[in-house]
Each structure stands twice: as structure tokens, then as C-alpha cells.
């Protein structure tokens, strides 16, 4: 079987004993930052219907038994580690010389073997956008909840309603009332001038003649 570990920047697959033996290699290290993704019950851990070339590449194939190290895909070249189809695991892969890497983990299911693997690949992908400076998506401004949206609604109602039964007031003072104001404002305004103007004048004492 193999084993995989995961740091922060790296993935590596490795194998031990005989299984290195059949491999043809100890270890098998890519960048987390050329991992694509991680799939289980992928077509490409079926070995048996998968490998095209057989004299290409380098490691052990037995049918329906064992593939390990590098064999031959349609799509290029791919890393195997496999016994059980059922029980692997596919790692895709860019910029590297394999396109696939195929393993049946020790002492995991796939499920569990790519619930370890995804949150690497996504923690290191977030982790070299935020070191690129590429803005995260916009949240949202929360939206309210019903008991706020009824409130903000009622608010509005009841401006609206206040609105609508002032008009009529507005309009009748201004029909009944500023007649009547009007002519009392023009006609007190020339007597309230007049005796201001009066009682505003200083008076000074007759002068008297001198005997």
C-alpha cells in the first residue's frame, strides 16, 4: 500500500518495501500549487481499462492485480499505486509529467483519503491568491430578516398615510386663513410702522432762554 502526506506547499506519495520495489520508487513529491483536484471512483483508477501502453513507462502492471509506477494513459503518462480500483483515489495534475496520480491509500477509504487532500489544495490556493493580492469575491450586503423587513414596511405606510391626511389641512389653511390674515397684515402694517417710528424718537427738553 502507500501513504500520503501533505505539507504546506507540497503533496508526496510514498511507498515502502516491496510496493517500492514494484513502483520502482520510494516517493513520488508534485507542488500543491500544480494539484487540480482529487476524485474518488474516478475511470482512471480502473487500471485494467485505462492503461493503453504497456511497454511505455516504467513499474509493474499485472492484470486485474496490480499497477504501479508509470504507465501509459490516453492522456499521457499517470503515477499508479493500485490493488483495488474501489479503494483509490485520482489526483489530477498540471504542469508536472504526470497527468494522473491514481493510489490506494493504507489504512483509508477514498472518501477519507480525498476529504484530507481537498482542504490543502484549496487552503494553498487561497493562500497564493492572497500573497498574489487577487481580491476574494464581494459579499453581499445581508439581507434583513422578516421581522425588520415588516417594520421598514410599516414605516413606510405610515409615512405615506400622514403624508395623504396633511395635504387636505394644508390645503384649507391656505383657503379659509390667508384671507383673513392678509388684509390685517396690510392694513396694521402702516400703523405699526407709524407708532413705531413715533415711540422710537428721542425727545429732548425745551431750551431755556437765559435771563
Request: proline fraction near 8%; include cysteine.
Amino acid at each position: 500500500m502507500a501513504s500520503i502526506e501533505l505539507t504546506r506547499h507540497d503533496l508526496t506519495v510514498r511507498m515502502r518495501g516491496v510496493d517500492a520495489v514494484c513502483a520502482c520508487r520510494t516517493h513520488l513529491s508534485v507542488p500543491l500549487a500544480h494539484v487540480v483536484g482529487v476524485r474518488t471512483h474516478a475511470p482512471e483508477a480502473d487500471f485494467d481499462a485505462a492503461i493503453v501502453g504497456t511497454s511505455r513507462g516504467v513499474g509493474t502492471y499485472l492484470r486485474r492485480r496490480i499497477a504501479a509506477g508509470s504507465l501509459q494513459l490516453a492522456d499521457g503518462q499517470s503515477f499508479y499505486f493500485v490493488r483495488d480500483p474501489r479503494q483509490a483515489i485520482v489526483i489530477d495534475l498540471e504542469e508536472e509529467p504526470f497527468r494522473h496520480i491514481a493510489v490506494q491509500v493504507d489504512g483509508e477509504s477514498p472518501e477519507a483519503a480525498a476529504w484530507r487532500v481537498q482542504p490543502a489544495i484549496d487552503s494553498h490556493a487561497a493562500a497564493s491568491d492572497a500573497r498574489a493580492g487577487t481580491p476574494g469575491p464581494l459579499r453581499p450586503l445581508p439581507a434583513l430578516s422578516a421581522p425588520h423587513q415588516d417594520l421598514a414596511g410599516w414605516k413606510r405606510t405610515l409615512a405615506v398615510a400622514t403624508a395623504i391626511m396633511l395635504a387636505p389641512l394644508a390645503v384649507l389653511t391656505l383657503v379659509f386663513v390667508a384671507p383673513v390674515l392678509l388684509p390685517a397684515l396690510v392694513l396694521g402694517y402702516p400703523m405699526f410702522v407709524h407708532h413705531g417710528a413715533r415711540d422710537g424718537c428721542t425727545r429732548f427738553p425745551p431750551a431755556r432762554l437765559a435771563s
